[in-house]
């Protein structure tokens, strides 16, 4: 069974992403890379949705993420199928 990962290391990269202004790809493969870390959709959106209301200066680009990881994107762009 695979332990849960931590999240500090998980907001720590999406902080800096934001603050960045990351490009989509680039940040969509964070997500992936993430995702091989042994997070799930549930967990990932719902920490996304806490640091968008903990962080309203990112608020947009946050919501970005969150449409990645619950696949309101392209097909191309979901993390999770």
């Not at 490009?23 to 870390?37: D, I, N, S, T």
């Not at 959709?41 to 680009?61: G, K, T």
């Amino acid at each position: 069974m695979r332990s849960t990962p931590e999240a500090g290391p998980f907001r720590q990269d999406i902080l800096n992403a934001a603050s960045t202004g990351m490009a989509c790809a680039p940040a969509r493969e964070m997500l992936l890379r993430h995702r091989a870390a042994g997070w799930t959709r549930d967990r990932m959106y719902a920490e996304l949705a806490s640091m968008a209301v903990a962080a309203p200066e990112h608020e947009d680009y946050l919501h970005d993420l969150m449409d990645f990881v619950s696949g309101y994107c392209s097909p191309a762009m979901r993390i999770f199928d």
